[in-house]
């Protein structure tokens, strides 16, 4: 693996593409392990692994700030558009152009204020923290408002761990010199995915319930 990690480098593979890819699989490992045996979640592996690779991209900081703004946009622009008594495409195109302006404000405030820098984020970004936004206000109209705001907090705390791991410069490296490490990814996941005892946080629920011996 460290033969073809080192013949992509040298066709023009961006070694940064590389790191990113391989990290994946670790970041979403790490939100199994999370799940599985602390009981901690966010909306499923897919959406908190995307988010840190986002965070990592923006910054932690600066990305969190793109994300507020499209959810404030998003839900205040959904209890606007709840009065048209429009159908959901429309009224979700509607709040796209909403987010889509806004977006573009951040970004050319980011050109005159030292403490924002958006202004050269790509739309991939973007869309990512749009999903997220869209995920929550879906979550509340079929749910509640609790389980959005909770499953929502989990996604971005569990994103910003992720962010965390993919920047620290010695895991970077590790993996970039040992592609191999995927393999002891794969078998982790073989072990939490037989996992079949009590969760952390469910041991204050159910501690009645749970046998002395």
């Not at 005159?112 to 958006?118: A, G, K, Q, S, Y």
């Amino acid at each position: 693996m460290r033969v073809i990690v080192g013949m992509a480098i040298e066709r023009g593979v961006p070694a940064e593409t590389i790191v990113l890819l391989l990290l994946l699989p670790v970041v979403a490992t790490m939100v199994g392990i999370i799940h599985y045996l602390v009981g901690f979640t966010g909306y499923g592996i897919f959406m908190p692994t995307m988010v840190a690779v986002v965070l990592t991209a923006t910054g932690i900081p600066s990305g969190l700030l793109l994300f507020g703004l499209i959810l404030m946009i998003s839900s205040g622009g959904n209890m606007l558009l709840k009065r048209l008594k429009l159908h959901f495409w429309p009224s979700r195109s509607i709040n796209l152009v909403m987010i889509g302006l806004g977006t573009f404000g951040l970004m050319l405030l980011g050109t005159v204020t030292p403490w924002i820098d958006l202004s050269k984020i790509s739309i991939f970004p973007v869309l990512f923290m749009v999903m997220l936004a869209e995920e929550f206000v879906r979550t509340q109209l079929i749910k509640s408002r609790k389980e959005a705001v909770k499953l929502t907090l989990g996604t971005l705390i569990l994103a910003v761990v992720g962010a965390v791991i993919m920047d620290v410069g010695w895991i970077r490296e590790a993996v970039l010199l040992n592609p191999e490490i995927v393999l002891v990814v794969v078998a982790v996941n073989l072990l939490v995915g037989n996992y079949s005892g009590i969760r952390l946080t469910e041991i204050a629920r159910f501690k009645k319930a749970i046998r002395k011996k």
